[in-house]
């Protein structure tokens, strides 16, 4: 038997996780950046929490995360249908950012608010697009001068895409005063639902009035479409405590 290591396997061993403002995948913004109010920390775990591990990373403002899609089946398809698309395109996985490709890895651009070395390594981090409990796999600072190509042609999806209107039913507004982190979650939802987080093909329906939820900290956002003329809008109808009963956790 051949006892020579693998050479075209590698096995990746997370260096901490992140704990960040969307415990669903449902909601997500699809990329980092998209909501700047979304609020993450990665946690580092031993032995890599060494804090000489990331002596001088405070004097970076972004980050590049290599995570692993955890939460993706581990099965990929040579085609995808990217959401930008309307859900009814396909292009290539690898022309794509899909959750589902081979090695499930992904990358996003973060930034950096600060570093807690008091007890193990701690990293603040804003407008990351990651799940609760991504698993993280490397750290690397952005350099601008290297990675920022503002001439850059993207494909399909050349800019940002167009934010929905949203708004907010007086009952939410009454649970949202209420809260400590009023102003960063009323930001927090309007940059979320702003995306249109509905499925594509539920986008398309105007006549529609169901209740969708998005979970975000430790709420359930309730909303609902509105028909305003042509345009469609989103309506926050109510802010809720998340109640793991209703099968989400
Ligand atoms: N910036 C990354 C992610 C793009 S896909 C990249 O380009 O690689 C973004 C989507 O990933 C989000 O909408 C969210 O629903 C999903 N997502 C985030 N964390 C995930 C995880 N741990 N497992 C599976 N999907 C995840």
């Known amino acids: 038997m051949d006892d020579a290591p693998n050479r075209e396997h590698?096995?990746?061993?997370?260096?901490?996780?992140?704990i960040s403002d969307y415990p669903d995948k449902f909601g997500i913004p699809r990329q980092p950046g998209l909501a700047p109010a979304a609020d993450a920390r990665l946690v580092l775990t031993a032995p890599?929490?060494?804090p000489l591990a990331v002596r001088g990373l405070e004097d970076f403002s972004h980050l590049w995360l290599s995570f692993i899609f955890h939460?993706?089946?581990?099965?990929?398809?040579?085609?995808v249908r990217p959401p930008r698309l309307g859900g009814n395109k396909k292009v290539g996985v690898f022309a794509s950012r899909s959750t589902h490709r081979p090695n499930r890895l992904?990358?996003?651009l973060v930034k950096l608010i600060g570093i807690d070395t008091q007890q193990g390594v701690v990293l603040t981090l804003q407008g990351c697009d990651l799940v609760s409990g991504t698993p993280i796999i490397d750290i690397k600072p952005y350099l601008p001068w290297a990675e920022s190509q503002p001439d850059a042609q993207a494909g399909f999806?050349?800019?940002?895409p167009s934010l929905m209107a949203v708004t907010f039913h007086p009952a939410a507004l009454d649970t949202l005063a209420?809260?400590?982190d009023s102003a960063t979650l009323h930001a927090l939802i309007e940059q979320v639902l702003g995306q249109d987080p509905r499925p594509a093909y539920q986008q398309q329906d105007t006549a529609s009035k169901r209740l969708y939820?998005?979970?975000?900290?430790d709420v359930d956002v309730k909303f609902r479409p509105r028909q305003k003329g042509e345009a469609t809008t989103l309506e926050?109808?109510?802010?809720?405590p998340y109640a793991e009963s209703n099968g989400n956790a």
């Open 10 to 18: 590698f096995t990746l061993t997370p260096i901490g996780h992140v």
């Open 48 to 50: 890599y929490n060494n």
């Open 71 to 79: 939460q993706s089946p581990d099965r990929w398809t040579p085609l």
């Open 106 to 108: 992904g990358l996003s």
């Open 157 to 160: 999806a050349p800019q940002a």
């Open 178 to 180: 209420q809260r400590q």
């Open 213 to 217: 939820g998005v979970r975000l900290r």
């Open 236 to 240: 926050v109808m109510a802010i809720e």
